[in-house]
């Protein structure tokens, strides 16, 4: 069980108007780690999210009628308030989630920051006045929150993916739905907790749990009073969704998968380079969509840094995210665990060869050592798909532009990195690669006063930044006659 400073943080109904609501069903949520039932959530009904939805119509009006400063004290509050709570929301988050407590709590941090930022960014909503074309009018331009925003969010960031797209809705002056993953419910419920707290009126922040996603997931795609819907998660899922939401024009913002290269030049820094394929690559056990998923190592630096990559990736600990000194927790399941050996297995047989990371054999299956996979080539599974998983292909390349051809020829374009020092190369390699985030000299990108978001089909919009308000916001156009 979850032992916590503030029990009241662990909440199991779903959230709505500013109540915990209870549906007949309940479903169990577990310990990746372990596999043990760690809580029992309340099931609701896809008839029962309309309840949700209503109560966040019939709170707009009023939210977003109050001023920016007034939105801003609140989210600033609720901000101090996740910090506050930073080691129980850690705790809650590793138990559901898997990964280390260090990285649960840092994605606390992550998560509070975006709060932070759109406290602020809320003040900054500016309009435009325009010469207008004859001396009778005048031309304004006001902006306007869209209105009711759902969403739905993923398993491998429970708190920063609602975190992020909730604080610039509200800041906005928007309202929300949100569903989180019915494998990770406990940090959102807990983030509904601390909004109550902070002074969220009933109805801005509504919270929906339930195992029926398919039918949930309709209601926030098509449901007429909602305005815009965000999702982050896996891109065929994203596609079927985007679909749903044509049906009623909403205004639709995606953070889809990824396949990210990281390219290292003869030029890199070979050691600057390994430490930051080491965090870009096994960060949350690999299951993030900006995780490095092929290295790409031209051919003057392969051996170096093939060699002292290896050595570190076996260094990694594989163990239980509560443990103290663990890097890899497990994956969030043994079916997720099993795609990534299928993957590694078709690639072998296509070729490929596993320099380390057997299996821990002491482990249950959803554990996966850190794998690295050399001898790859771009055209192998391992290569064309995005892995989810702890595993390394390194594919050794000769020529700059050889690189370059090979990191685009996907159809993801979230995020791409690569190491070099030479700054004509810096200039050529950035502007070329097909990516809406490119890492230079550096291995993590995310981060409350950056533009996440990818091209191609890693989805559209961007969040975070004050690009991030954009996908909230309508813009309104005021012709003034007879002046
Ligand atoms: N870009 C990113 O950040 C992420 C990418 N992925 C990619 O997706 C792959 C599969 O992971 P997975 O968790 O299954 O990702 P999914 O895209 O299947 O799930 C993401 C979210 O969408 C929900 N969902 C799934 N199907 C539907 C539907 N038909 N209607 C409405 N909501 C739905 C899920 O609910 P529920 O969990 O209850 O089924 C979850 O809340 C990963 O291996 C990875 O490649 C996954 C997560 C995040
Ligand atoms: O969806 C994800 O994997 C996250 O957006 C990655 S990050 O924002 O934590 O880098």
């Excluded at 080491?278 to 998923?293: D, E, F, H, I, P």
């Excluded at 594919?395 to 993801?412: H, L, S």
Aim: charged share 20%; hydrophobic share 45%; with cysteine.
């Amino acid at each position: 069980m979850i032992t916590l400073a503030d029990n009241e943080l662990l909440r199991v109904f779903s959230y709505i108007n500013g109540s915990w609501h209870s549906s007949e069903k309940d479903i169990a949520v577990t310990n990746p780690a372990t596999g043990e039932e760690i809580a029992r959530v309340s099931d609701i009904t896809a008839e029962e999210t309309i309840l949700a939805v209503n109560a966040a119509k019939a709170a707009l009006p009023s939210w977003s009628a109050k001023s920016a400063n007034e939105r801003a004290g609140i989210l600033r509050k609720w901000f101090e308030l996740m910090m506050a709570n930073q080691d129980d929301l850690g705790q809650i988050l590793t138990m559901e989630q898997g990964k280390p407590l260090a990285e649960a709590k840092g994605e606390i941090a992550y998560g509070a920051a975006f709060i932070e930022w759109f406290a602020e960014e809320g003040k900054r909503i500016y309009g435009d006045t325009i010469p207008a074309p004859s001396r009778d009018k005048k031309i304004l331009v006001i902006k306007q929150p869209v209105g009711v925003v759902s969403a739905i969010t993923p398993w491998n960031f429970p708190n920063a993916m609602i975190a992020r797209k909730a604080a610039a809705a509200l800041a906005a002056g928007c309202t929300f739905v949100v569903r989180p993953a019915s494998q990770t419910p406990l940090s959102a419920l807990a983030m509904a907790e601390l909004a109550e707290r902070a002074g969220v009126p009933a109805g801005v922040f509504n919270v929906v749990v339930g195992s029926d996603a398919q039918g949930i997931g309709e209601v926030l795609t098509q449901h007429p009073d909602i305005a815009k819907f965000t999702f982050t998660g896996s891109t065929g899922i994203g596609k079927k969704l985007i679909a749903q939401c044509a049906t009623t024009v909403k205004k639709v913002s995606m953070e889809l998968g990824g396949n990210a290269p990281f390219i290292v030049f003869d030029d890199a820094d070979v050691d600057a380079a390994i430490q930051g394929a080491l965090v870009s690559k096994y960060r949350n056990a690999g299951q993030t969509c900006v995780c490095t998923n092929r290295i790409f190592v031209q051919q003057g630096v392969a051996k170096e840094f093939t060699e002292k990559f290896a050595k570190a990736v076996a260094d990694l600990k594989v163990g239980n995210g509560l443990d103290t000194g663990t890097d890899i927790g497990p994956l969030i399941s043994s079916k997720a665990a099993s795609d990534v050996k299928a993957l590694v297995v078709k690639s072998l047989e296509q070729g490929a060869t596993l320099l380390t990371g057997h299996e821990p054999t002491d482990m249950p299956d959803q554990f996966l050592a850190p794998m690295v996979l050399t001898n790859v080539s771009n055209d192998m599974a391992i290569a064309k798909n995005e892995i989810f998983g702890p595993v390394s292909p390194i594919i050794v390349f000769d020529q700059e532009a050889d690189a370059i051809a090979m990191a685009n020829d996907t159809e993801y374009g979230l995020a791409a990195y690569f190491y070099a020092r030479d700054i004509g190369r810096v200039w050529r390699v950035a502007e070329a690669l097909e990516y809406g985030m490119i890492g230079i000299n550096e291995g993590i990108v995310s981060n409350a006063a950056a533009p996440f978001g990818g091209v191609k089909q890693s989805g559209n919009g961007r969040e975070g930044s004050h690009y991030g308000l954009d996908d909230y916001l309508e813009i309104k156009y005021l012709c003034m006659g007879g002046i």
